[in-house]
């Protein structure tokens, strides 16, 4: 093995993005040089057809980001806002009383939104083609390198890239977050559904080992491959994991705070958070449920939502924002940065995480690691990071929320097993460590010297 070169791809483009894929990449670069290992990292992003060393992940200081990533940014914001707009008016007479009425006020829509996206594929093709040299230099190929995908490749065009390198004898290992749009079509983008299911059709081909961020992702992921490419070829690759770091990395104390987030927390009342971009499958509305149990019978405790405005949730957001309790004992933050996240994580009286499905759970472990305590969906994930140091709750109870948070509020103990106090977690070093220890002992692993059932066991605890 010659050394590993580590794909950050989308993040090199689009530095302005930080949702958890974003954060996991920045986190895992930044910290490869402390990495102790003899093999050479080497951070590589994939642009106008060739691998080049990546100098600086962030614009350099001073240059600002480039015209079309500016563009992308706000035209990728007002696509979301369009279309919800489109939601609204399609609930509206005569659309809810005629089928016609509604076909023509979608392809009316469709045309119209011909302004957004025409203009936003023309920024994405610029941004593809960008490249800054002071931030990379061109690289080749060495026998024995190995290619690991950590950037969320499905976005990316780079695959006959790839498929070349693979056919020179570059091995490639594939970071896999999660399976949502494969197991949860219902929770996603209908377009991320196709290019996901595409994206892993080809990455069960090329890859010859996997490492995920959970052991229930891990396990997850081999099924799926097994029933795919069938068990005797599963044999063949390799399947690891390793965890997440929990530090906010963009936490900087030159940024402003929010004066309302600031006055949220001011008169001392009870705030519970649940941080997430807002999506279906993160839940929001079985919370609204919960907490409007505890505002009937008249408790103090006050939500607050933080996240961008994602996908299929005009419906929740509508919501919200007509909710007699808005800025009240209701508070919705969507473009918080990590100062304020850091001052709500500080501040909140717990953490509030309803998701039906995840790959890890990043703000569950940010928050435990800053002492906040955790109530959660009991879901196996959760399970295996939490342990007994989360309160859970039923996804079918509302309810069962409720009554969690009416037992804390009453009688100051959080309703956990063990005390978040004795919780302990790794930093984005120990995690990017690992990353990179697990791979590279994978790769060197005789094909025959598979682990067995007890390695693996042993392997999962953190």
């Given at each position: 093995?010659?050394?590993?070169?580590?794909?950050?791809?989308?993040?090199?483009?689009?530095?302005?993005?930080?949702?958890?894929?974003?954060?996991?990449?920045?986190?895992?670069?930044?910290?490869?040089?402390?990495?102790?290992?003899?093999?050479?990292?080497?951070?590589?992003?994939?642009?106008?057809?060739?691998?080049?060393?990546?100098?600086?992940?962030?614009?350099?200081?001073?240059?600002?980001?480039?015209?079309?990533?500016?563009?992308?940014?706000?035209?990728?914001?007002?696509?979301?806002?369009?279309?919800?707009?489109?939601?609204?008016?399609?609930?509206?007479?005569?659309?809810?009383?005629?089928?016609?009425?509604?076909?023509?006020?979608?392809?009316?829509?469709?045309?119209?939104?011909?302004?957004?996206?025409?203009?936003?594929?023309?920024?994405?093709?610029?941004?593809?083609?960008?490249?800054?040299?002071?931030?990379?230099?061109?690289?080749?190929?060495?026998?024995?390198?190995?290619?690991?995908?950590?950037?969320?490749?499905?976005?990316?065009?780079?695959?006959?890239?790839a498929e070349r390198l693979k056919a020179q004898g570059v091995g490639i290992i594939s970071v896999i977050y999660d399976l949502i749009p494969l197991t949860h079509p219902q929770f996603c983008d209908n377009n991320l559904v196709k290019v996901f299911d595409?994206?892993?059709?080809?990455?069960?081909?090329?890859?010859?080992?996997?490492?995920?961020?959970?052991?229930?992702?891990?396990?997850?992921?081999?099924?799926?491959?097994?029933?795919?490419?069938?068990?005797?070829?599963?044999?063949?690759?390799?399947?690891?994991?390793?965890?997440?770091?929990?530090?906010?990395?963009?936490?900087?104390?030159?940024?402003?705070?929010?004066?309302?987030?600031?006055?949220?927390?001011?008169?001392?009342?009870?705030?519970?958070?649940?941080?997430?971009?807002?999506?279906?499958?993160?839940?929001?509305?079985?919370?609204?449920?919960?907490?409007?149990?505890?505002?009937?019978?008249?408790?103090?405790?006050?939500?607050?939502?933080?996240?961008?405005?994602?996908?299929?949730?005009?419906?929740?957001?509508?919501?919200?924002?007509?909710?007699?309790?808005?800025?009240?004992?209701?508070?919705?933050?969507?473009?918080?940065?990590?100062?304020?996240?850091?001052?709500?994580?500080?501040?909140?009286?717990?953490?509030?995480?309803p998701s039906y499905v995840e790959g890890f759970g990043l703000p569950l472990v940010e928050a435990m690691q800053r002492q906040l305590p955790v109530?959660?969906?009991?879901?196996?994930?959760?399970?295996?990071?939490?342990?007994?140091?989360?309160?859970?709750?039923?996804?079918?109870?509302?309810?069962?929320?409720?009554?969690?948070?009416?037992?804390?509020?009453?009688?100051?103990?959080?309703?956990?097993?063990?005390?978040?106090?004795?919780?302990?977690?790794?930093?984005?070093?120990?995690?990017?460590?690992?990353?990179?220890?697990?791979?590279?002992?994978?790769?060197?692993?005789?094909?025959?010297?598979?682990?067995?059932?007890?390695?693996?066991?042993?392997?999962?605890?953190?």
């Amino acid at each position: 093995m010659s050394r590993l070169l580590v794909e950050c791809t989308y993040v090199f483009e689009h530095p302005h993005m930080n949702s958890g894929i974003q954060r996991v990449v920045r986190n895992v670069i930044r910290q490869l040089e402390h990495i102790h290992i003899d093999v050479e990292c080497v951070p590589v992003v994939f642009l106008q057809g060739r691998m080049h060393r990546v100098l600086s992940l962030a614009p350099l200081p001073g240059t600002g980001l480039p015209w079309h990533t500016r563009m992308s940014v706000t035209l990728e914001q007002a696509r979301l806002d369009f279309w919800m707009w489109h939601a609204r008016l399609d609930r509206c007479w005569p659309m809810t009383r005629s089928h016609n009425a509604r076909r023509v006020l979608f392809v009316l829509s469709k045309l119209a939104s011909l302004g957004i996206t025409l203009p936003l594929r023309a920024a994405n093709f610029f941004s593809r083609r960008h490249q800054a040299p002071q931030r990379s230099v061109l690289l080749e190929i060495q026998p024995g390198d190995q290619l690991l995908l950590l950037d969320s490749s499905w976005h990316a065009d780079f695959f006959p890239i790839a498929e070349r390198l693979k056919a020179q004898g570059v091995g490639i290992i594939s970071v896999i977050y999660d399976l949502i749009p494969l197991t949860h079509p219902q929770f996603c983008d209908n377009n991320l559904v196709k290019v996901f299911d595409r994206w892993f059709d080809w990455i069960a081909e090329m890859a010859d080992g996997f490492i995920c961020i959970s052991t229930t992702i891990r396990d997850q992921l081999r099924a799926e491959i097994e029933r795919r490419r069938g068990a005797e070829l599963v044999e063949k690759l390799w399947f690891e994991h390793f965890y997440l770091g929990s530090e906010l990395d963009l936490a900087s104390k030159r940024t402003e705070l929010d004066p309302a987030l600031l006055a949220m927390f001011a008169d001392g009342a009870p705030v519970y958070l649940m941080v997430s971009t807002i999506e279906p499958r993160k839940n929001h509305a079985y919370l609204l449920d919960a907490f409007e149990r505890l505002w009937a019978n008249g408790a103090a405790a006050r939500l607050c939502i933080i996240g961008r405005v994602g996908w299929k949730c005009d419906d929740l957001m509508e919501r919200i924002r007509k909710h007699p309790e808005r800025n009240n004992r209701l508070f919705m933050f969507n473009e918080l940065n990590d100062r304020g996240l850091e001052q709500a994580y500080a501040h909140a009286r717990a953490l509030v995480f309803p998701s039906y499905v995840e790959g890890f759970g990043l703000p569950l472990v940010e928050a435990m690691q800053r002492q906040l305590p955790v109530m959660a969906s009991d879901i196996p994930v959760f399970r295996e990071i939490g342990g007994d140091f989360v309160a859970y709750f039923d996804l079918e109870r509302p309810e069962s929320l409720a009554e969690l948070v009416e037992r804390f509020e009453s009688s100051g103990t959080f309703p956990a097993q063990r005390s978040v106090t004795d919780w302990t977690w790794i930093g984005w070093r120990e995690a990017s460590a690992q990353l990179i220890s697990r791979v590279v002992a994978a790769l060197r692993r005789p094909p025959k010297a598979q682990p067995s059932a007890l390695e693996i066991h042993r392997a999962d605890c953190p």
